[in-house]
């Protein structure tokens, strides 16, 4: 059989030095995931395309499905025969047509495993975009996936994104632009096999800590934030342990533990704990802490383990927090976000307000990544506590993201009943927060 995967990504490899009109225009018929991705840049480069197209389709949604069905066939064919001229695209003038038809038809097309290898890699419009195929399609049937006027949304099993988006002011010690860069983490047999091992529902165990345990704030009379280690990392330590004992006592397969609660050391003990304590979990965040490295200041970072403490990925945080009634941050933003494929979705991490800051081009962001998965570890007050439900609302609604937050409050007390976090959505997929609490932190998603 003919792979047009392999095709498309060498000639991807052979072409980055052409220029842009050459790459724009993909006269080879035999790339067909070239033309894929081309119609999707379109759309998404165009913002009058989607809904000009979109109205086509309501004008006889009737005839444009069967015509797009026609052309899903057509395509099949042509890659079963491997005669891709035989592809008659003046018959089907519609480019959302062709996008939709395109995502539908190349799904399995090439050999081997082509959910979990690396993205491919094209150049397009003197901008790289990333392609992957998707292991959980999005559903037909929820609200999100018929909503109109998401581009996202007519991709069911594919996943285009700029390999970075554009830059954008960061609140820190600089101010200075900068781009966040995507990239996957590498998947494995473990990711494969994760919704065999959890079965019809996740399982997702939050930690909070109500033990007074706070950051060193040396510099707080200046209003800095940056902390090298916490107050009395021994009764925070003891917190810890307790916390993994009762989420592997209740059968966690996911367990999340706030924003600067857990510091390097502690962590350290984690690992070692996790290693004691084989197969307890099947993915942990074990916090975030500030980290020093070759650069002057911190970074805010965050890991994703899988149950025996082995490193899936990490996350720098990219957007410090600052008010000032309190302090400001001072770290080192982050710039780039790793996404993991795995057979339950996307997997991803935030931190606080990497998630939810809700204007501009940190909702873009997150908008056009769609992950299945958004695991944030956080510090908020309640009112950023609101801002992260809304924005795991809009999120939801939207692309059908889950989001699971951890949440510890910046002065120890937890006031209310969202104090501690929440799962979104409901455990039958309903739209809605599930919040915890210290009598009630177990909280299932079902997988369908």
Known sequence: MFLPATAACQRSNQTTNQNSQDMNEFKNDVD?????????????????????????????????????????????????SEDLSAIDWDNFPEELMRLS??????QGTSEGDTVYRPPYHYKVMEREWLLVQRAVPLSAQRAYAVQRGHLRN??????????????????????????????????SKFARDL?????????????????????????????KCTSQHLDDPETRWHSIQNALQQAKAAGAHVVILPELTVCPELRQKVAAWLDDNASAFLLIVPGSYHETGDQA????????????????????????????????????????????????GIITLAICRDFCEGE???????????????????MSFDTGIGAHEAQAKQLYNH?????????????????????????????????????????????????G
């Open 32 to 80: 067909l995931f070239g033309r894929f991705i081309n119609s999707y840049v379109k759309f998404y480069t165009t913002k009058t395309l989607l809904p000009d197209e979109e109205n086509i389709y309501r004008d006889d949604p009737t005839t444009w499905e069967a015509k797009h069905n026609a052309l899903v066939r057509h395509i099949r064919d042509s890659i079963e």
């Open 101 to 106: 038809a395109l995502d539908e038809a190349l």
């Open 154 to 187: 007519w991709l069911r099993y594919h996943l285009i994104v700029p390999s970075t988006f554009p830059a954008y002011p960061v609140s820190g010690p600089t101010e200075e632009q900068r781009k966040h860069r995507i990239l996957f983490a590498p998947s």
């Open 195 to 223: 919704k065999n091992k959890m079965g019809n529902s996740c399982k997702v165990w939050l930690g909070t800590f109500a033990d007074g345990v706070m950051p060193h704030w040396p510099e707080m009379a200046q209003k």
């Open 297 to 344: 200041l911190p970074h805010n970072r965050a890991f994703l383990w899988d149950g025996s403490g082995r490193e899936i990925l990490q996350h720098d945080k990219l957007y410090a927090f600052g008010t000032d009634h309190l302090c400001h941050e001072q770290i080192a933003p982050g710039n780039k976000i790793t996404l993991w494929q795995t057979s339950i």
């Open 360 to 378: 501009g081009d940190v909702r873009q962001l997150w908008d056009t990544l769609a992950p299945d998965w958004l695991l944030v570890p956080s």
């Open 399 to 447: 692309c059908g993201s889950k989001i699971l937050l951890a949440n510890q409050t910046p002065d120890k007390q937890f006031t209310s009943k969202i104090s501690h976090g929440f799962v979104y959505p409901l455990e039958d997929g309903t739209a809605g927060a599930q919040w915890v609490s210290p009598e009630c932190r177990l909280k299932k998603i079902n997988l």
